[in-house]
C-alpha cells in the first residue's frame, strides 16, 4: 500500500523473492507523487546517521545500489560528491562527530581546510569543511517509474487511483478497505507516508506516533554563484532536528537549487501556504506531541516560517555560505512539483522526533489469538528514505517471512 519509491521497492523485493502473488494500491493516478517526488533527489552517504541504527545501516547500502540501479537501467545519476561547511568556530565540535559517524557507517570523509573547501567549491566562504565523495544525485521520480515498470512486467498488478481507508486482519486473511471496493490479502505492508497514522488508527492499531508534515519550499538558485555551484554544499547540521539544514544542490538536470526550509504544513499535502484544511491542522495543533514539541522548539520554528516568507531571509541564509546570494537570485523553480516538499515526521506523544525509520508489525488479531496474516505498518520513512529504498525493500521482506537481517 503506498506508490512512493519504498512502497515499489517493497513490491520489487517481493517479487525478486519469488511471490507471485502481488499488488500495490495508490491513491494517486501515477507513481512517486509526494515525498518521492518533490525532495532535493540527492543519493545521501549514510554520513550523518547514528551508527548501528537503521538509517546507517541502510542508507550506505543504499547510496551504492541506487547508483547500480540507475547505471543497470540506464537512469540519469551522478557521483558529484558533497561538501559540508563550517562557517563558525561553534560548529567544529558538530563536525568533528559527523566525522565519527561517517567513519563508524564506513563512509569515505575527509576532513579539509579553508584551501580545500575553495578548491572543491570556488563560491563557497567557511572556516573547515569534509569532502565526501560518495554522495550523489539522480532523479527519484525516474527510479519509481522504473520500478512500477518492473513489477509490472513481472505480473504485479497495480490499483492506482484508489484511496484505502483501512486494514482489517482476520484470522486467514487481511481485507484492505478502499474507496472503490475491498481487497483480500495475506499480508499487507503499509507504506503511506503522510497518511501512514492515519490508516494504522483507522485499522485499530495505535501506531504510538503522529504524522506532522513540515513543508520544505525549494528555489532555483540563477546567476553567477548558482553557476559556479559544482556539485552539493551543506551546512553542518543542528543535531537537534533530523532536518540536514537549507543547502544548495546541483541537479541531474543541471540547475542548482537552495533549500529546503522546515515549516508545519497546513494540510497533510500541503505544498504552499494557501493549501489549509481545517480538520487536519487542528489535529495537528491540538496533539500532544506537537504541543510538547513547539513548546521546546517554538524559536526555530518561527525562524523556518520568516525565512519561508521572506525571500530575503532566505538569501541570507544561503549566503552564509554562498557569500553575495542575494534575494533576486532565487526563482521559483518552473516545475510547480520542485518548489515545496512535505516530509513525514513522526513524532511521539512526548514531543520528541522519531530519528529512525520506524517499520512496526500488527501483532493483533480480532479473533481473539496470535498468528495469522502480517500487517506491517511503515512509520517513519523520510530522508534518507529514497537513498535507502532497495535495502529497505529488503528489509521489510524479510520481516515479513520471519528472516533475521544482516546487521
Excluded at 552517504?45 to 547500480?68: D, H, I, N
Excluded at 516545475?335 to 500488527?362: E, K, T, Y
Aim: hydrophobic letters at 40%.
Amino acid at each position: 500500500m503506498g506508490g512512493g519509491i519504498v512502497g515499489f521497492a517493497v513490491l520489487h523485493e517481493l517479487l525478486a523473492a519469488g511471490h507471485t502473488s502481488v499488488a500495490l494500491v495508490e491513491r494517486e493516478h501515477t507513481p512517486g507523487t509526494h515525498q518521492t517526488g518533490r525532495n532535493s533527489n540527492v543519493i545521501h552517504s549514510g554520513l550523518y546517521y547514528a551508527p548501528g541504527s537503521l538509517k546507517a545501516r541502510l542508507a550506505v547500502a543504499g547510496c551504492a545500489e541506487t547508483k547500480e540501479f540507475c547505471a543497470e537501467h540506464a537512469l540519469p545519476y551522478q557521483e558529484c560528491g558533497k561538501v559540508v561547511v563550517a562557517t563558525d568556530g561553534a560548529e567544529l565540535p558538530r563536525m568533528a562527530e559527523l566525522v565519527r559517524r561517517g567513519r563508524a557507517n564506513g563512509v569515505e570523509v575527509h576532513e579539509i581546510d579553508e584551501a580545500g573547501v575553495r578548491e572543491r567549491e570556488p563560491a563557497v566562504a567557511a572556516i573547515a569543511g569534509l569532502w565526501v565523495p560518495s554522495t550523489g544525485i539522480c532523479d527519484y521520480g525516474a527510479i519509481t517509474q522504473k520500478l512500477a515498470d518492473l513489477a509490472v512486467a513481472r505480473g504485479a498488478v497495480l490499483h492506482t487511483g484508489r484511496t484505502v481507508r483501512s486494514v482489517q486482519r482476520r484470522r486467514h486473511d487481511t481485507v484492505v478497505h478502499t474507496d472503490r471496493g475491498d481487497l483480500l490479502a495475506g499480508q499487507v505492508v503499509v507504506c503511506a507516508g503522510l497518511r501512514s497514522d492515519e490508516i494504522a488508527r483507522a485499522s485499530g492499531f495505535d501506531p504510538g506516533v503522529r504524522i506532522v508534515p513540515f513543508r520544505g519550499e525549494y528555489s532555483d538558485l540563477v546567476g553567477p554563484i548558482g553557476e559556479a555551484v559544482r556539485g552539493l554544499v551543506y551546512p553542518v547540521p543542528d543535531p537537534a532536528f533530523p532536518f540536514l539544514g537549507v543547502h544548495a544542490t546541483r541537479g541531474v538536470d543541471g540547475s542548482v537549487h537552495v533549500g529546503p526550509n522546515a515549516v508545519l504544513a497546513l494540510a497533510r499535502e500541503g505544498y504552499d501556504w494557501g493549501t489549509l484544511r481545517v480538520r487536519e491542522l487542528a489535529g495537528t495543533l491540538t496533539d500532544p506531541g506537537f504541543l510538547a514539541l513547539a513548546g521546546k522548539q517554538w524559536r526555530y520554528g518561527l525562524g523556518e516560517m520568516y525565512r519561508s516568507l521572506s525571500r530575503r531571509a532566505m538569501a541570507a541564509a544561503v549566503a552564509r555560505m554562498l557569500p553575495g546570494v542575494t534575494a533576486d537570485e532565487l526563482q521559483p523553480p518552473h516545475d510547480v512539483a520542485r518548489r515545496a516538499g512535505v516530509r513525514a515526521q513522526a513524532v511521539r506523544p512526548d514531543g520528541s522526533l522519531v530519528d529512525d525509520f520506524l517499520f512496526v508489525q500488527d501483532e493483533s488479531l480480532d479473533s481473539g489469538s496470535g498468528g495469522g496474516p502480517s500487517v506491517l505498518h511503515v512509520l517513519n520513512a523520510p530522508s534518507p528514505a529514497a537513498t535507502a529504498a532497495l535495502p529497505i525493500g529488503r528489509e521489510i521482506v524479510a520481516r515479513l517471512e520471519g528472516k533475521s537481517v544482516d546487521a
